[in-house]
């Protein structure tokens, strides 16, 4: 499209969440605004692709879903959090945004201010690139209101502005909208491109890559989180296990610095821990069950289920996994660690006596 100089004005790119949309999407406009591009490949080193590559291409405006906050309603307002966040999720993990966000369960939207600040950025002259570039994530989080002002833009562009905009549903876009755009459908990567790219780019060894790639679904997300896990499962599983041992044996004074020792992880890791057990306790659930075939653990985590499985019951199932899942909720919403962790390990006693 780029070479052929046929760049629709409203490009969408559509596909199943962690297929590389959004890496595409920027990859894309690097190469329409490098000086010197070639055979698909943006030079890397003209003053465009540098500015591209430390996210400060002046014609290149990223607009995305935010949580409102008083007056703050702009994607220009989260700029710099935006950035932290393509950095460390380039394929765009949506669950690292609502992190990043400080609210697991925000449902940040694209607002009318927003589409009034991109008619008035883009009625100013570009900066000596050919094309103006809006990279819009997730069109399906605009508000109508929004979407109403940016209707006749996206219709009626000028000469030097083009939409790219990258969707994981688009049967969530306003037709007014999803009408206009020209799409082109990005497929989900297959197991062995995943486990090829585990292996080339993270050392992962070839038989782990397999493993994990065939978990992740083609899901580039789920594949680095899984791959990210089995670094850290070990340490979880330990935290599981003594916190399951220790309040089986009602043991207060230990289950406090258990406690303590899991806040000191900090954040992400502790974050990073409920949401395993979470998945060790469904496993568990499944395993008491004796359906093996739904079983996804690991030799250790299946050792040490083999006993506790049948402590994992349709009496407490729910309420203990629901004791993880707001324990993370609390966290990301920046509540005191310690509290939290003691609070999970007291409840946990209950509720493995049932
Ligand atoms: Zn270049």
Redesign the pocket.
Known sequence: MVDADHVPHALLLEGPAGAGKFALARAMT?YL?????HDGE?????????QHQTFNHIDTLFSFPVVKKGKTALSADYADVFRDFMEEAPFMDFDRWLVRLDNINAQPLIYVEEGMELLRRLNFTGHGSRYKVVLMWLPERLKEETANKLLKLIEEPADDTKFIMVSNSPRGILPTIYSRTQRVEVRRYDDTEIARWLASEHGVSAEAAREIARLSGGNLNTALAQMGNSHRSKQYLDYFVRLMRLAYQRKIVDLRGWGNELAAEGREPIMGFYEYAVRMLRENYVYALRVGSLNAMNAEEEAFSRNFSPFVNERNIEDLMRVFDDARTDIAANANAKLVCFDVALKVILLLKR
């Open positions: 690097q605004h490098c000086d010197n591009r943006p030079c890397g080193c003209c003053p465009a692709c540098v």
